[in-house]
């Protein structure tokens, strides 16, 4: 921690984080829906410290009181973007549910091993105050309220809005956005102060993409292709910066470094990552850094199989840019030391759709030589692709996760509703790069009391790379 009287919650740069204390538990949210198990979603408390006993272990479980909410991201009351203040604490974990658009405030502070519902946040709440649903993304800001962006309006239709909830109570206070423009469809957010602006990427029509993907709703304009920006200081929407009709832009992260005026975005269906920028001109602009090629396969959906990116983050010294292949199945890993020419330094396969002796024969592949053998780990074969990542303070640890979200993952991996996600362990070179599967490391969330579950995104109780913004 940096030296002060009196800090707030996370650390005063991204740099001073790396140096924190490495991580002991995780937080993941578990998903029942479309499982055909009734049982309501939970949050799980990992033991992730080699020296415990119950090292790789669920060791608590916080139910829901509903069923099928569909948890999915998380985020918090507090983080680093109000490190002056020492009025604040990080220990409420917000968990805003995709389908049903109830948000759960979790005390994580009494005991950060045994969380228990603090508030609840009802659906309605968001209709009425705000007319949005479906919250995805949340993060804290430095004025002590949460930002939570949204998919759509209350009927299932796309929506590209926010809600903002008092850091303190939090009550629903309104949108955060002002003026009439807003994009017509929401999914993940960055802001950053320094450069009065906040972006915003898009997935899709919540009631198209619910229940799984059909091809023909991106021809028809259901999937998401923009960069939305949007001034910080008006809260209104004032550029668009078009991927192409075939993107759908997920995650986006910018560096961490406040001063930096870029970042990048992974999109998921042309599995490219575009780098945004600032222009000398003072507006912004992306182009395309990296490219996954499709395989031209047989056995599956589609003709072209793409990798489908679906979570990309960067190390907190902004050298390393790390996503998934939710569906060629690996990790890769790029040395972004220039953010224009980004190098793979690591890659690792974890399972996915083209292992040899599935049912998807390759017939053309840029990039392999032949299909990747089926992961197997402590004797499991392991279902699914790897999809959320969260990297550890000093960027030496990499988690993994394998469910996407439940309507899709029914779709393209039925093995691993059947079986239940799990959660991986790879060890990072941060000298010369490269990523190695630490072979001792499983969770195994097909093991779970009520039955195999989908483990999704991964939280640290002190912060990570994804949640904390530096302003």
């Avoid at 691993?416 to 990523?435: A, C, F, H, N, P």
């Avoid at 009391?449 to 530096?470: F, K, M, N, Q």
């Amino acid at each position: 921690m940096a030296k002060c009287g009196a800090c707030g919650p996370g650390y005063a740069t991204p740099l001073d984080a790396m140096k924190g204390p490495r991580e002991e538990i995780l937080y993941l949210p578990c998903i029942y829906r479309n499982t055909g198990i009734e049982k309501p979603d939970y949050l799980a408390t990992v033991d992730v410290d080699p020296k415990s006993p119950h090292y790789c272990q669920v060791i608590h479980r916080l139910p829901m009181p509903n069923l099928k909410d569909e948890l999915h991201h998380s985020g918090w009351n507090a983080c680093s973007s109000c490190f002056g203040d020492a009025t604040k604490r990080r220990n409420r974990l917000i968990l805003p549910s995709l389908i049903s658009s109830r948000i759960y405030v979790v005390d994580v502070g009494t005991d950060s091993k045994a969380p228990r519902i603090h508030k609840i946040v009802e659906p309605v709440e968001l209709f009425w105050k705000g007319n949005v649903a479906n919250p995805h993304t949340s993060h804290c800001l430095g004025s002590g309220d949460i930002l939570i962006s949204c998919l759509g309006d209350p009927s299932g239709n796309g929506k590209g809005g926010f809600i903002l909830l008092d850091g303190e109570t939090f009550e629903v206070k309104g949108n955060w956005e002002k003026g009439e423009k807003v994009p017509p469809l929401g999914y993940d957010f960055w802001y950053q102060p320094r450069h009065n602006v906040l972006m915003s990427t898009e997935w899709g029509t919540p009631k198209v993409l619910a229940d799984g993907f059909n091809p023909a709703d991106v021809e028809k304009g259901h999937y998401g292709r923009h960069i939305n920006v949007w001034d910080w200081n008006s809260h209104t929407y004032i550029q668009k910066i078009d991927l192409g009709k075939d993107s759908i832009p997920l995650e986006i992260r910018f560096l961490h470094n406040p001063d930096a005026a870029e970042g990048f975005v992974g999109c998921a269906l042309s599995s490219t990552v575009h780098r945004f920028y600032k222009t000398e001109k003072g507006n912004w602009a992306a182009e395309k850094v990296i490219e996954v090629p499709s395989k031209k396969v047989q056995g599956w959906l589609l003709p072209d199989m793409p990798g489908l990116i679906t979570d990309i983050l960067i190390s907190l010294d902004d050298r390393f840019l790390y996503f998934s292949n939710w569906l060629h199945g690996d990790i890769r890993q790029y040395d972004i030391s220039n953010t224009r020419k980004p190098k793979l330094v690591g890659q690792v396969f974890l399972g996915g759709s083209i292992i040899k002796g599935g049912p998807v024969t390759v017939v053309e592949d840029k990039e392999l030589q032949c299909q990747p053998e089926p992961f197997v780990i402590k004797g499991k074969r392991v279902p699914g692709g790897p999809q959320m990542i969260q990297l550890s303070l000093d960027g030496k640890r990499l988690y993994v996760t394998s469910s996407l979200y439940s309507g899709w993952d029914k779709q393209f991996y039925p093995d691993l509703v059947k079986e239940g996600s799990v959660m991986l362990q790879i060890d990072v070179d941060t000298e010369r790069g490269g990523l190695k599967v630490n072979e001792n490391f499983l969770v195994d969330f097909g093991k779970e009391p009520d039955g195999p579950v989908l483990a999704h995104e991964i939280r640290y109780p002190g912060g990570d790379s994804t949640s904390d913004i530096w302003i």
